[in-house]
């Protein structure tokens, strides 16, 4: 559910969004084929290999082709979807941040108040604790 201090969910969405015909990138087919894999499997752990046979290419080349694609490299776009799910599920649900970070796809709690820090400038406690207050004004 949307509240009003969210940024829409289209933000993140187009953010994601492949670019169109980027020289050495992949093809818009292997874009959608790639970005709906990871979509459903962005929790569990993944290999290069594996997201590279979706597009049917070598480990290397689907680095480079995605990292132009997407403009960022597929561990950065599978740390942001992990972080966006991690992010949802503080805010609507009453779950131990430990089963969060678990479900999300992070090895730890630990590892996951780090990345949390490093790249939202907050821990998820107090993203947790700012949802609530929000919820209350």
């Not at 292997?30 to 752990?45: H, I, T």
Request: charge should be positive; charged fraction near 25%; proline fraction near 4%.
């Amino acid at each position: 559910m949307r509240r009003d201090d969210d940024p829409p969910r289209w933000i993140a969405d187009v953010v994601r969004q492949p670019l169109a015909n980027v020289k050495g990138g992949l093809s818009a087919s292997s874009a959608r084929k790639v970005r709906d894999f990871l979509d459903e499997n962005f929790s569990r752990k993944l290999a290069i290999s594996e997201m590279a046979a979706v597009c049917g290419l070598s480990s290397y080349h689907f680095v480079r082709a995605f990292s132009r694609t997407f403009g960022m490299p597929p561990h950065q776009y599978i740390l942001d979807l992990r972080l966006d799910f991690a992010e949802r599920l503080l805010a609507e649900s009453s779950l131990a941040i430990a089963d969060i970070a678990h479900l999300s796809g992070f090895s730890s709690q630990s590892h996951f108040t780090t990345m949390m820090k490093k790249y939202r400038h907050v821990t998820p406690l107090r993203s947790r604790s700012n949802k609530l207050i929000s919820k209350t004004r």
